[in-house]
């Protein structure tokens, strides 16, 4: 089954409202990784968190790595947070160690 | 600062074709990576390298070939290009196991 798991798989909101973002990861992950593609571009990495409370900007941050979950919350979102997010975790370790990527949520941002 | 290129920008080939994405970083990192996004999908790990020469097999590695030149390049090979095939191939780098990725422009692969 697929490793990790992303919801909504789509979110639309105003501009001012927040969002929230799940990801839920089937092993307990050491690294836990937030990144952000608007259409057609490539990605950014957000956050690297792989437990506890992370803050940048608007966004925050928060892995439970025991509940294997993450979330991240955009505050006050803009038109230009339009894009996919996406989480990945770790799998594998040391120099061998390689990200799974779930499947995003497309987050539409409108006026 | 560095930069990840990715050529070509796009790539159209014929069924059955040989077809070569270049990637190349200048962060002075030691692992790159190659994944191919399908659309409105996720990433998925082809190959990836931790230094030069190395190669290591991702999830999704039938199919294709790669290969680590030197420490700052990392070619992939599609080495029978299925008809409507069509994803976008992202090379990344990082300096060691999944420390932050950075993450190329794509390749976008049409075949006919």
């Known amino acids: 089954g697929q490793q990790v798991q992303q919801s909504p798989a789509s979110l639309v909101l105003q501009e001012g409202e927040n969002a929230e973002l799940q990801c839920n990861f089937s092993s307990t992950a050491t690294q836990l990784q937030w990144f952000y593609q608007r259409p057609g571009g490539s990605l950014v990495s957000l956050l690297y968190n792989p437990s506890g409370t992370k803050h940048t900007g608007r966004l925050t941050s928060t892995t439970v790595t025991k509940e294997r979950r993450s979330s991240l919350h955009i505050s006050s979102s803009q038109i230009t947070d339009s894009g996919t997010y996406f989480c990945a975790m770790e799998q594998g370790q040391g120099g061998s160690a390689k990200l799974i990527f779930g499947e995003g949520t497309k987050l539409t941002v409108s006026s | 600062g560095g930069i990840i290129t990715q050529t070509p920008k796009f790539l159209i080939g014929q069924e059955g074709q040989k077809l070569t994405l270049k990637c190349q970083q200048n962060?002075?990192?030691?692992?790159m990576y190659w994944y191919r996004q399908d659309s409105g999908k996720g990433l998925r790990l082809i190959y990836y390298?931790?230094?030069?020469?190395?190669?290591q097999k991702g999830d999704l590695s039938e199919g294709y070939d790669a290969s680590r030149e030197k420490k700052s390049s990392f070619s992939l090979t599609v080495t029978s290009a299925q008809k409507n095939e069509m994803a976008v191939f992202l090379c990344?780098?990082?300096?060691?196991?999944?420390?932050?990725?950075?993450f190329g422009p794509g390749t976008r692969l049409l075949v006919l």
């Open positions: 962060f002075n990192h030691d692992t």
């Open positions: 390298s931790i230094t030069e020469n190395d190669l």
């Open positions: 990344a780098s990082s300096t060691t196991g999944v420390d932050t990725q950075y």
